[in-house]
C-alpha cells in the first residue's frame, strides 16, 4: 500500500500560477501510476493529469492542456502538478491518487487517494 499527502494549495488570482506536490510513503512509488483529479462544489470528480510508473508517459484533460504539467521524482517518492495560467474555473479540491500497473483517466481506477488541497483562484 501506499499512503499520499498532497500540499501546495492555496488562494491565488487569475494567471497565476500554483504548484501542487504529492509525497508517497509505504510502498515505492515507482510501483504506481499517479494521477490528479479535482472536484469542484457540486460537480464529479475529474482527471487532471496522470503519469506513468517511471514517468515516462502523461496524460491530461483538455480544459488544463497547455497550462497544467504533471512530473514525479521516484527517489523523492513525490508527484508534482505545475498549475499556470490560472482561471477561476481551476478553483476545486484536488486530490492526489495511485494505481498498479498503466496510466487510467478515470477515479474508479485508483485505489489510493490523499485527502486533498483546496485551490482558489479568484477572478
Known amino acids: 500500500q501506499v499512503q499520499l499527502v498532497e500540499s501546495g494549495g492555496g488562494l491565488v488570482q487569475a494567471g497565476g500560477s500554483l504548484r501542487l506536490s504529492c509525497a508517497a510513503s509505504g510502498r515505492t512509488s515507482s510501483s504506481y501510476a499517479m494521477g490528479w483529479f479535482r472536484q469542484a462544489p457540486g460537480k464529479e470528480r475529474e482527471f487532471v493529469a496522470g503519469v506513468s510508473r517511471y514517468g515516462g508517459s502523461t496524460s491530461y484533460a483538455d480544459s488544463v492542456k497547455g497550462r497544467f504539467t504533471i512530473s514525479r521524482d521516484n527517489a523523492k517518492n513525490t508527484v508534482s502538478l505545475q498549475m499556470n495560467s490560472l482561471k477561476p474555473e481551476d478553483t476545486a479540491v484536488y486530490y492526489c491518487?495511485?494505481?498498479?500497473?498503466?496510466?487510467?483517466?478515470?477515479?474508479?481506477?485508483?485505489?489510493?487517494w490523499g485527502q486533498g488541497t483546496q485551490v482558489t483562484v479568484s477572478s
Open positions: 491518487a495511485g494505481k498498479m500497473y498503466g496510466l487510467s483517466g478515470r477515479s474508479a481506477d485508483y485505489p489510493y
